[in-house]
């Protein structure tokens, strides 16, 4: 690959930013906090719909183990679907598996249609529409058995990543490899505790951000209330009556306990399904012979999840707060006139604003507009 490329100046001093936010931690950051904001300015430079840093080792029977995931902008049923079953049929992570420093494109590396063939393609990057990636190993020297992956990722509704960009990646490689100093990993022989396998992934829900969690042990008994959770039952007594939800919370564990075969239940509440409804998912752990299992229950605010979706693409695709207002409108299934009507503003407007979000976002309907919300 050549490495004859031009960079601007603007380039050049987004490259020394990610440098700067790589070296210097600020004290009010923890650890994947800090790895996320690198992440951050790393987009600045090399645009992507999602990211993450993973570590991993090999456990019983060669299976590997998730240690850290960090994410951006992935959803807490992805990062659930890939930690308890995915990473295990992920092709990417045993070519990473070495001390030689590795960075590709997925499409340069892997038979296309080869690869759509594959259980992973279909279960994990076609649901998670992660379908363009640039990947690269993590080297950790200092840490026996631990290797690591970035990654970062674009839509199907998007275009692949360029030479060039893989070529940054390589650059920034070795200095992305030391983000593994910041981070602390659980010792191989450490002691297990009762809840241990479901309470070691709250940390990387929690920091998703606006994800209610709640954990229930194999006697429905609640253990566990993130603040989150909390803040959304003080913020929304009326909907989140005491009582209700944790009825709520026990039937879909009961619903899974019942089911051999039934890892997952999902649902929304209040069952009125009125604006202002939240997402529910229940997931259950280590089941077995003994019925000792433990379950994690995640709650999603369905305004704040398009929140998050819609501030992503305004920074993507630089829309202005009205035309923010105006895709948020049409996310909620409003007409032009009621649109006009939400908004105050003449038809015609509301019609400049819509074309110009079309244009923006390079699609060509209300439909790829809202497919792009999803």
């Known amino acids: 690959m050549s490495s004859d490329f031009v960079f601007s100046q603007e380039e050049l001093m987004r490259y020394n930013d990610i440098i700067i936010s790589l070296y210097q931690r600020s004290p009010s950051l923890d650890h994947q906090e800090h790895v996320k904001k690198v992440l951050f300015e790393l987009r600045k430079l090399v645009p992507y719909y999602k990211a993450d840093l993973l570590f991993f080792r090999t456990g019983k029977n060669d299976n590997l ?54 259980r992973y ?37 998007e275009e692949d990543f360029t030479e060039k960009e893989l070529f940054i990646m390589k650059l920034l490689q070795p200095h992305l490899s030391n983000l593994v100093y910041f981070l602390d990993f659980p010792k191989e022989n450490k002691s297990k505790g009762q809840y241990d396998s479901s309470l070691k992934y709250i940390d990387v829900f929690n920091k998703v951000g606006n994800i209610g969690i709640c954990v229930l042990n194999a006697s429905m008994e609640i253990v566990y209330l993130n603040i989150e959770l909390r803040l959304m039952m003080q913020k929304n007594r009326s909907v989140f009556k005491s009582d209700d939800i944790a009825q709520t919370f026990k039937s879909m564990c009961m619903e899974l306990k019942n089911k051999e075969a039934l890892d997952i239940a ?22 077995n012979m003994n019925n000792n299992s433990s379950y994690v229950i995640m709650v999603d605010d369905i305004a704040k999840k398009l929140d998050r979706k819609l501030l992503y693409i305004q920074e993507k695709y630089n829309l202005s707060k009205r035309e923010i207002e105006v895709l948020r409108c049409i996310a909620s299934g409003k007409s032009n006139s009621e649109i006009s009507n939400e ?12 074309s110009n979000l079309l244009t923006k976002t390079k699609t060509k309907s209300r439909v790829q507009l809202l497919n792009m919300l999803k």
């Open 65 to 118: 183990e998730v240690l850290q995931f960090i994410p951006v902008n992935w959803e807490s049923e992805e990062i659930l679907s890939y930690t308890e079953c995915y990473s295990a049929l992920d092709d990417v992570l045993p070519v990473l598996m070495t001390v030689t420093p590795v960075m590709f494109k997925s499409t340069d590396f892997f038979n296309t249609d080869i690869r759509r063939k594959s």
């Open 266 to 287: 999902e649902r929304s509440f209040p069952n009125e399904g009125k604006e202002g409804r939240y997402y529910i998912k229940a997931v259950r752990f280590n089941h």
């Open 343 to 354: 908004l105050a503003i003449s038809l015609s407007v509301t019609k400049k604003h819509i």
């Open 121 to 157: 393609y279909n279960e994990m990057i076609i649901p998670s529409d992660i379908q363009y990636s640039i990947e690269g190993n993590i080297i950790c020297n200092n840490h026996s058995g631990l290797f690591g992956e970035i990654g970062v990722f674009r839509s199907s509704n």
